[in-house]
């Protein structure tokens, strides 16, 4: 009995796992698109058979990707699987959507059902995309057979490792927010945006922004997981990286706005706190992405 049910909760763990760790490779390759008018304007005009024939499309190539290997770890995955993870992908990638266009108000309880439907059938494309990329792109060096490189830590004092840690953390934080961040600072999308989202939508969207970016790099298991959390570096723990990398992408979100001209030192400070936790959410994933390839 007591066996079932640790069986049964083992199960349930994985499925957990994967789950997050579909909406993480998700994430990584879907906001940019959310941060696109023309794709919410197209959402808000397609006809309902383009927005089958989208939806088609979409589950057809996510099947190819999840007879191949999918967003769960496990292998020789047969057509009647592919296709259930498929519709799982594709549902993920809707609900990822649907939290994200919410978020920054561009549905909500007032927006009529077609132009909701078209928003999140073409908004989810990618994000389903990432779903079933998740660990072709991102997976663990373990289930490959790869061995991570072994380091050489001789003669090497405490202070310097965690100084060349910490170093690293900051630097691929900054390049993956300025990835991210730099095709969406110089659009009008941020501006528009934080015309609708404001007070309490701007914590929800900081809290959304932390939750994700630890997903991503502490609960999806992708690449270098474990040797991340064995890692000393100044803020080498899970919660506290969590925050000090959410810092240093909403300041590079800040220069990235500076450098277009979308904020200037006179700008009200409500200006400056919108705009840049609205950039701050996509610069967050990038910098999640950018911590992992370090």
Same mark, same amino acid.
């Given at each position: ?57 979409? =589950? ?10 999918? =967003? ?223």
């Amino acid at each position: 009995m007591a066996a079932n049910r640790l069986k049964n909760l083992s199960a349930w763990r994985d499925e957990l796992d994967d789950l997050i760790r579909g909406a993480s490779g998700g994430f990584l390759f879907g906001i940019p698109l959310l941060y696109t008018m023309e794709v919410w304007w197209i959402g808000s005009s397609v006809q309902p058979p383009r927005i089958l024939m989208a939806m088609l499309l979409t =589950f057809a190539i996510i099947f190819l990707l999840n007879r191949t290997e999918g =967003f769960r770890k496990v292998s020789d995955t047969n057509a009647l699987n592919a296709a259930m993870d498929s519709i799982e992908a594709i549902a993920i990638g809707i609900t990822c959507t649907g939290l994200i266009l919410f978020l920054l108000r561009e549905i909500d309880g007032r927006t009529p059902l077609a132009e909701m439907l078209g928003k999140l059938v073409y908004e989810s494309i990618p994000f389903a995309l990432g779903v079933a990329l998740a660990n072709q792109f991102l997976g663990d060096d373990r289930q490959s057979g790869r061995q991570p490189k072994k380091q050489n830590h001789h003669h090497r004092s405490s202070n310097s490792k965690q100084f060349n840690a910490t170093l690293a953390d900051i630097g691929g934080t900054l390049i993956g927010a300025t990835v991210i961040g730099f095709n969406i600072a110089p659009t009008d999308e941020v501006s528009m945006l934080a015309t609708a989202v404001s007070g309490p939508w701007l914590l929800a969207v900081m809290i959304v922004s932390l939750i994700i970016s630890y997903a991503i790099v502490f609960q999806a298991e992708f690449s270098n997981q474990d040797k991340r959390e064995q890692q000393q570096g100044i803020f080498q723990r899970p919660l506290s990286e969590t925050f000090a990398s959410y810092i240093i992408s909403l300041l590079a979100a800040a220069m990235m706005l500076l450098l277009f001209d979308r904020l200037s030192w006179s700008d009200p400070w409500q200006q400056w706190l919108s705009y840049i936790i609205l950039l701050g959410l996509p610069a967050t994933i990038g910098g999640a992405a950018g911590r992992l390839a370090v």
